[in-house]
């Protein structure tokens, strides 16, 4: 959350499936792994994996902004 700046209540949301949430968090869990990675990640880093995870979702992407 230090990252990427404000609170997760200020960050857009998108509804997915169960399928599409599992196969989101797996992606972002691999991408990203949990513990260390999270201690060292850049806003970079998680900006790349966003627009990898989630390649198929223009709303999200638009959200991000260029690459």
Known sequence: MYQMGGTVNDWPT?????NEH???ANAWREAIPLA???LDVTKGQIKDAARSIYADH???LNE???G
């Open 14 to 18: 998108l509804v997915l499936t169960r």
């Open 22 to 24: 599992t196969a989101s």
């Open 36 to 38: 260390s990675g999270t």
């Open 58 to 60: 223009a709303e999200i």
């Open 64 to 66: 991000l902004g260029p």
